[in-house]
């Protein structure tokens, strides 16, 4: 093995092993349509969504929310209407392990 391949290996599995140790820390991260993720937010007491926007060459919205102990997560091309008792953190960008 080479200096160069072996340096890739050795960045692979470092990847691989900070991945891990996200979705550890993280816990179960649930994906919903935003349809389903909008019905949530109208069940919490006290809503606290995170926003972010992605996307290279298509802009799409990305939500997360915590709910009974579970984070909730969508993506939707269009913007998603919030009432206004919904705290909402706009975040630089939000990132999914796996």
Do not use: C
């Not at 599995?13 to 919903?32: F, L, T």
């Amino acid at each position: 093995m080479t200096m160069g391949a072996s340096a890739g290996a050795t960045a692979a599995s470092s990847y691989a092993a900070a991945v891990a140790q996200a979705i550890k820390a993280s816990g179960a991260i649930v994906q919903v349509q935003a349809t389903d993720f909008e019905m949530l937010v109208r069940k919490a007491e006290q809503p606290l969504v995170v926003h972010a926007t992605g996307g290279v060459f298509t802009k799409h919205h990305q939500y997360l929310m915590g709910y009974k102990g579970l984070v909730f997560f969508t993506k939707s091309q269009a913007p998603v209407n919030f009432s206004l008792k919904v705290e909402i953190i706009e975040a630089r960008r939000i990132w999914i392990p796996g």
